[in-house]
């Protein structure tokens, strides 16, 4: 079954690099399952040019909790109100 990803964020960790940290909302149709997933690949500032890599999930909940502060946060707000929004039925 697919998984649908719906980009929150990325902030870069330097101009023209393929570095920095990326936001994901996860719907996972297996799963099932829905939750944010933090994806980083950062360079090291030393002319090793080694990078680390690195992902990590979190729910909803606890992701709204612990990463306020974070670029995501209030797009992941935002999302989450714009879904419910559409989804809400109509007075008559």
């Given at each position: 079954?697919?998984?649908?990803?719906?980009?929150l964020a990325f902030a870069a960790?330097?101009?023209?690099?393929?570095?920095?940290d990326w936001w994901h909302l996860v719907l996972d149709t297996d799963a099932p399952g829905l939750?944010?997933?933090h994806t980083w690949i950062h360079a090291s500032p030393h002319a090793d040019g080694e990078t680390t890599r690195g992902?990590?999930?979190f729910g909803i909940n606890d992701f709204?909790?612990?990463?306020e502060g974070q670029p995501a946060h209030p797009m992941?707000?935002?999302a989450l109100k714009e879904?419910?929004?559409e989804?809400?039925?109509?007075s008559a």
């Open positions: 079954m697919p998984v649908f990803m719906r980009e960790d330097r101009p023209m690099e393929n570095a920095g939750y944010v997933e992902t990590q999930r709204l909790t612990l990463a992941l707000t935002s879904m419910f929004r989804g809400a039925p109509t």
